[in-house]
């Protein structure tokens, strides 16, 4: 990996951009694709869309989401603890002890999650709860937290940051899903720097609010109304302990990004993209999901009359954790997969599963 992509993607990790307020995140990410885009817009709640030939009549989306889980303060009490609900799929069995960023007016306020000695609980009664984990940012009251500029409301982020593991693991708090939107960012880097020239209009999409519903993908899928749709987040891998491979599939780290099969991917769209990565020698793995992926890929499928999609996945250990987990190669992989997919596709090409 070139050494602007690196700093770029350790500085995007590492910069919070919760459900909801993802604004300096995606500056941040817009900042890098300029260069590399035709024209950019953004919509009401934040999404964000680089766009490469923007007259023309086909449209192919590549997509990521910037959101990442977070937490919001709930209730002060009269002692000054401060109580949480979360923002997204945050796991308050993680919470005890970390380091957090309450946002505010005024900047970050420093806090920490408290928890009780292990000899001073009961430990088969005493688990990680909402109604008892507390934040301490150091106060004796209620009216001195306020004074911070802390309110219920105030969206709060975990303090952890990247690095690297053995040389080959990338280990962020954000990677679902912002190493989509680098994968994304690179492949229009690519497209620029190697000169290609596409036939048809490429909407660069970094999303909002994925980790809540998909929303942002509800709300662009149906502006944009593309032609095609590739989607890009994290999967699990299910090589450590606590995973059932019957049930969750046999995914692991450095084997290649996932090819995901369901009722939103596209047949045909999939068959071209299992052609591409053989034609190209780039190592994939398969991965099945039942009713919906859980991925913005579901909106995408479903905007207006229908649109072509399909899922491209990073395995990823410990998601929705500080420690979030992937290999370097599947993002590398990750980038060529797309990259060979957009020079390969045909303008105007209309898919159909009648053929």
Same mark, same amino acid.
């Given at each position: 990996?070139?050494?602007?992509? &690196? /700093?770029? @993607?350790?500085? %995007?990790?590492? $910069?919070?951009?919760?459900?909801?307020?993802?604004?300096?995140?995606?500056k941040l990410w817009l900042d890098y694709i300029i260069p590399y885009i035709n024209t950019h817009y953004s919509d009401v709640y934040g999404t964000v869309v680089g766009v490469i030939n923007p007259d023309s009549d086909y449209k192919v989306v590549i997509e990521a989401h910037a959101d990442e889980i977070s937490w919001f303060v709930n209730y002060i009490n009269d002692n000054g603890y401060i109580y949480v609900r979360e923002n997204g799929g945050s796991d308050h069995t993680i919470a005890p002890s970390k380091r957090v960023n309450i946002h !505010?007016?005024?900047? %970050? $306020?420093?806090?920490?999650?408290?928890?009780?000695?292990?000899?001073?609980?009961?430990?088969k009664e005493d688990q990680p709860e909402l109604k008892n984990i507390i934040l301490d940012?150091?106060?004796?009251?209620?009216?001195?937290? *306020?004074?911070?500029?802390?309110?219920?409301?105030?969206?709060? !982020?975990? *303090?952890?940051? &990247?690095?690297?593991?053995?040389?080959?693991? %990338?280990?962020?708090?954000?990677?679902?899903?912002?190493?989509?939107?680098?994968?994304?960012?690179?492949?229009?880097?690519?497209?620029? *720097?190697?000169?290609?020239?596409?036939?048809?209009? @490429?909407?660069?999409?970094?999303?909002?609010?994925? /980790?809540?519903? @998909?929303?942002?993908?509800?709300? $662009?899928?149906?502006?944009?109304?593309?032609?095609v749709a590739i989607i890009t987040d994290v999967t699990h891998d299910t090589q450590s302990p606590l995973y059932d491979k019957i049930k969750d599939g046999d995914i692991a780290c450095g084997k290649g990004p996932t090819l995901t099969y369901g009722p939103s991917i596209h047949n045909e769209l999939q068959k071209m993209l299992i052609n591409i990565a053989r034609k190209n020698k780039i190592p994939f793995q398969f991965e099945a999901v039942s009713r919906t992926s859980g991925t913005d890929t579901d909106e995408f499928a479903y905007s207006a009359e229908g649109v072509a999609s399909a899922l491209i996945s990073v395995p990823t250990k410990y998601m929705h954790t500080t420690v979030e987990t992937v290999h370097k190669d599947d993002i590398e992989n990750s980038i060529k997969f797309i990259y060979e997919f957009l020079v390969n596709l045909k303008s105007g090409h209309r898919f159909s599963n009648f053929k």
């Open positions: 990996m070139r050494k602007e992509s &690196f /700093e770029f @993607l350790k500085n %995007y990790l590492n $910069i919070a951009s919760p459900v909801g307020f993802e604004v300096p995140g995606q !505010t007016d005024k900047g %970050y $306020i420093k806090a920490i999650f408290g928890w009780p000695a292990i000899h001073v609980r009961n430990k940012c150091g106060c004796k009251s209620k009216k001195e937290v *306020e004074a911070l500029g802390i309110h219920v409301g105030s969206v709060v !982020t975990f *303090e952890d940051e &990247f690095m690297i593991l053995n040389k080959d693991y %990338y280990v962020g708090r954000a990677m679902d899903n912002r190493i989509g939107g680098f994968i994304i960012a690179e492949v229009a880097r690519m497209l620029k *720097e190697k000169k290609r020239k596409l036939k048809f209009g @490429l909407y660069i999409v970094n999303a909002v609010q994925e /980790e809540v519903g @998909l929303k942002g993908a509800k709300m $662009i899928s149906r502006r944009i109304k593309p032609d």
